[in-house]
């Protein structure tokens, strides 16, 4: 079920976002990947989130900028974000705005090594 549920992300999640780094400077670095819905920066967390209006656009910047992704200098993460809480619903027992990995780079850490640095660590082959 999280695998399908992970499927349907389209939101990156970046670390590591200083004060100096905006929200354009981030959309200028996704832009050519596909069409972003939103780019929220979250100063206090020291992140931001991009959002795609498709899956595709995602795994393309996913792919393109995993361990490459700098700006204004600095070395960002990025992983999968997670999906937004519909209204309604219960809230989670973990932070919300903490990254989730995909289960595939779950999988490599207990062993198959995709998550130490092998190509398909967002878990997308």
């Known amino acids: ?3 399908l549920i992970c499927r349907t992300i389209t939101s990156l999640y970046i670390g590591g976002v200083t004060a100096e780094i905006t929200e354009d400077d981030i959309r200028d670095a996704f832009y050519t990947y596909g069409e972003i819905s939103s780019v929220r920066k979250v100063a206090s967390r020291f992140c931001a989130f991009v959002s795609f ?5 995602a795994e393309k910047a996913a792919e393109a900028l995993h361990g490459k992704l700098i ?3 600095v070395r960002l993460r990025l992983m ?3 999906p937004q ?7 989670p027992e973990h932070d919300p ?10 999988a490599g850490a ?5 998550a130490a640095g092998g190509a398909n660590y967002f878990g997308l082959a």
Request: no cysteine; aromatic share 8%; glycine share 14%.
């Open 97 to 106: 705005m903490q990254p989730v990995a995909s289960n595939k780079a779950a």
């Open 85 to 91: 809480q519909k209204q309604g619903q219960q809230q």
């Open 71 to 73: 700006i204004k200098g």
């Open 80 to 82: 999968w974000g997670r």
């Open 53 to 57: 209006t498709e899956r595709s656009a």
């Open 110 to 114: 207990a062993g198959d090594g995709a």
């Open 1 to 3: 079920m999280f695998w």
